[in-house]
């Protein structure tokens, strides 16, 4: 599991980027959100890695 948290605003940010934090749950600061560890949210978030921050967290997967 992956806990994602919008640090950076995305004002000023290609639309691309903006659908990528909305398709990961995000859209204001400080807002964290716990995924399913993926190929296809790792590459949401390498694409956003600028105004997030992932930490991995134990969680139960379902």
């Known amino acids: 599991m992956l ?3 919008q640090i950076h605003s995305y004002i000023g940010r290609p639309k ?3 659908k990528v934090l909305k398709g990961l749950g995000l ?3 400080n807002k964290s959100v716990v995924l399913k560890d993926t190929p296809e949210v ?3 978030i390498r694409k ?3 105004l997030v921050v ?3 967290v134990k ?3 379902s």
């Open 48 to 50: 956003v890695q600028h």
């Open 27 to 29: 859209g204001r600061l």
């Open 42 to 44: 790792r590459g949401m």
């Open 59 to 61: 969680g139960k997967e």
């Open 54 to 56: 992932s930490v991995e």
């Open 3 to 5: 806990k994602i948290t």
């Open 16 to 18: 691309s980027q903006r």
